[in-house]
T-cell receptor
Framework: DTEVTQTPKHLVMGMTNKKSLKCEQHMGHRAMYWYKQKAKKPPELMFVYSYEKLSINESVPSRFSPECPNSSLLNLHLHALQPEDSALYLC??????????????FGAGSRLTVL | RKEVEQDPGPFNVPEGATVAFNCTYSNSASQSFFWYRQDCRKEPKLLMSVYSSGNEDGRFTAQLNRASQYISLLIRDSKLSDSATYLCVVSPPDTGGFKTIFGAGTRLFVKA
């Protein structure tokens, strides 16, 4: 069983809908991540939060809005998405080192379909 | 040139075979290196971190060659359960290790 929990596992939404993906970890990790993965492609980094502050935004369109309410929770708010945004959205967490290797623990993902 | 490049495969090998994957990276100042494994429709999971001195975990051996900017993964005595996509992951410098770049992955099929 994964130690990073993502909900929902599957989500179907229309282009005018507003929905949210949720991620939770209780490993005491201080860095949390959102990745997007299309079929047969590697994960692509979207956002990184370190100590609940946004550290990296990989020029993600504003229709994706991340939120980190506390060190255990990470949300991704979705609004006015396009069909090409359909993908597997992976949450990950890692220990926060001042420098050096951050080993990622991934959740099982939320599979999003935009109609 | 892509930041992280891998041979996509697929590699089709019989059980018991030894198979090697290579990965090259473009930024010579990259800090951290990993191999992840991803099963079909599952999340990636860490297989090994890769150190300059090389490291081994059972049937798996990882090597880093900083001069040539490549990372390798050797799997000995392949098992059916080793069938998966193997992702090379590199952290570029000056991002505190947070930014991770995944290679496109190498697919391995181990057959009986």
């Amino acid at each position: 069983d994964t130690e990073v929990t993502q909900t929902p596992k599957h989500l179907v939404m229309g282009m005018t809908n507003k929905k949210s993906l949720k991620c939770e970890q209780h490993m005491g990790h201080r860095a949390m991540y959102w990745y997007k993965q299309k079929a047969k492609k590697p994960p692509e980094l979207m956002f990184v939060y370190s100590y609940e502050k946004l550290s990296i935004n990989e020029s993600v369109p504003s229709r994706f809005s991340p939120e980190c309410p506390n060190s255990s929770l990470l949300n991704l708010h979705l609004h006015a998405l396009q069909p090409e945004d359909s993908a597997l959205y992976l949450c990950a967490s890692s220990q926060d080192w001042a420098s050096g290797a951050n080993v990622l623990t991934f959740g099982a993902g939320s599979r999003l379909t935009v109609l | 040139r892509k930041e992280v490049e891998q041979d996509p495969g697929p590699f089709n090998v019989p059980e018991g075979a030894t198979v090697a994957f290579n990965c090259t990276y473009s930024n010579s100042a990259s800090q951290s290196f990993f191999w992840y494994r991803q099963d079909c429709r599952k999340e990636p999971k860490l297989l090994m971190s890769v150190y300059s001195s090389g490291n081994e975990d059972g049937r798996f051996t990882a090597q880093l060659n900083r001069a040539s900017q490549y990372i390798s993964l050797l799997i000995r005595d392949s098992k059916l359960s080793d069938s998966a996509t193997y992702l090379c992951v590199v952290s570029p410098p000056d991002t505190g290790g947070f930014k991770t770049i995944f290679g496109a992955g190498t697919r391995l099929f181990v057959k009986a």
